[in-house]
């Protein structure tokens, strides 16, 4: 496995229930890395440039624009407040000189544009330098405008606001390879959006039952394939994954693929189900694989094999024990993410105790690592770390029963193409880098 150290640690504030962090995301260069967060702030970093004396060393993350995306409103209709809290970002890849961003809250998504402005215009006609409107009578001159240089403002402005669509949270959403759609899905819906239109939608799945009392799943996450545009999957609580074909039917009612690992019976007990749900599905850079996220494990799965996985990673088996206090507690419906890196050969996913775990899908091993304060000097190698189970413990390891539950890795994401890692441990962003850089 890579050695990784530690890059820098973004502290994003005072902990305020607001400022923890709810989905982190690079854009499709690696260039931007942004943040949202419970109190529907996002916050987007920039990488500096290469310095010319130092030219081994790629510049750090600084902060290069926060915005209010989403504001806490109240339906009236149904006596329910919706919380601003960012549920997912999105990037779009970049065409011009903008960037593009879908950030999303429990009900809304909207389309961001951040743009850069270091000019502004003077000299106008019909107005004076305040702004303010000229009387006719005293212009007697047409004047030509003219750009001036200004300090560097970044902007960010909505461009579209799609609203009105979900009647329950919206937990994924998924730009298309065509770029010209995307998609967003709640418990019982996945609706296809076109970027250019926001009064309507075209409701894709649909798995409402006529009776609320026969329901028996739910959708927990949904992505389009990085390459097909008629392609998605999404997951679900029975941890199953349903891959649909859009060619094949306008209501993707019936998937074309169903992936489902039969259950061990000798592993039966009260709360198979629950750490059976699907927290996070992600498709592979290539396409080919799928890699699914439930409570115990991260999975991978072929596309071409829907009986079983072809991969199971274990990511912390010594909670096996403990899931009676892990359900008293509602830790055991904690959503944990998971993501691939760049080739696809290591895939990252976080656990308790501000732990995060790699597996290396070639050599099979894997690591245990930590983000926290402590150990956070810039450059720093970080140790890895062991949780002992029972029986003697070492100097260096952690007893699974001192585990602090109440600190947990779920949202991290790795750059598109090098070995740089974001990790959000409540209100701190960590970034890592591997040690060979």
Not at 70 to 78: A, C, S
Request: net charge negative; aromatic share 10%; hydrophobic share 35%.
């Amino acid at each position: 496995m890579l050695q990784w150290h530690h890059y820098e640690s973004l502290d994003l504030g005072k902990l305020h229930l607001a400022d923890i962090i709810s989905t982190v995301e690079f854009n499709h260069t690696g260039e931007l890395l942004a943040t949202g967060d419970k109190g529907g702030r996002v916050v987007i970093f920039q990488r500096e440039q290469e310095s010319k004396n130092q030219v081994h060393r790629r510049g750090e993350y600084n902060v290069y624009s926060t915005f209010q995306s989403h504001e806490p409103e109240f339906d009236y209709l149904k006596s329910l407040e919706i919380e601003e809290k960012i549920n997912k970002i999105r990037w779009l890849p970049q065409q011009n000189a903008a960037y593009f961003l879908l950030s999303t809250n429990d009900k809304t998504v909207k389309l961001w544009k951040v743009s850069e402005r270091d000019k502004r215009p003077e000299g106008y006609n019909l107005k004076d330098e305040e702004g303010r409107l000229r009387d006719p009578a005293t212009i007697t001159t047409l004047r030509v405008p003219v750009l001036r240089p200004m300090d560097l403002m970044v902007e960010a402005t909505p461009r579209r606001v799609f609203a009105n669509a979900h009647t329950y949270h919206i937990n994924s959403i998924s730009v298309n390879s065509d770029y010209e759609t995307y998609m967003s899905a709640d418990d019982l819906r996945i609706n296809l959006w076109n970027f250019e239109i926001t009064n309507q939608s075209f409701n894709i799945v649909d798995i409402k039952p006529a009776n609320m009392e026969e329901l028996t799943e739910v959708i927990t996450a949904a992505e389009f394939h990085p390459h097909h545009c008629n392609t998605f999957v999404y997951s679900s609580s029975k941890g199953t994954i349903r891959l649909c074909d859009m060619r094949a039917s306008a209501l993707c009612d019936r998937h074309t693929k169903f992936f489902e690992e039969p259950e061990d019976p000798s592993n039966r007990s009260f709360f198979s189900e629950i750490i059976s749900s699907i927290s996070d599905v992600k498709f592979s850079h290539s396409g080919r694989y799928i890699m699914t996220r439930d409570y115990l494990t991260v999975k991978v799965w072929d596309l071409n094999m829907e009986n079983r996985p072809i991969e199971t990673y274990q990511v912390h088996d010594y909670l096996r024990s403990k899931l009676c206090s892990l359900y008293e507690n509602d830790c055991i419906f904690d959503k944990f993410e998971c993501v691939w890196n760049g080739s696809d050969s290591v895939i990252m996913t976080g656990s308790y105790n501000n732990f995060f775990r790699m597996f290396d899908r070639n050599t099979k091993r894997d690591v245990t690592l930590e983000a926290s304060r402590e150990n956070s000097k810039p450059r720093a190698i970080l140790k890895p770390r062991k949780v002992c189970v029972g029986g003697k413990r070492r100097k260096d390891e952690i007893s699974v029963d001192s585990l602090d539950f109440s600190k947990k890795i779920l949202h991290t994401a790795w750059h598109p193409s090098e070995n740089i890692i974001a990790v959000a441990a409540t209100n701190n962003l960590y970034i890592f880098q591997d040690k060979v850089n």
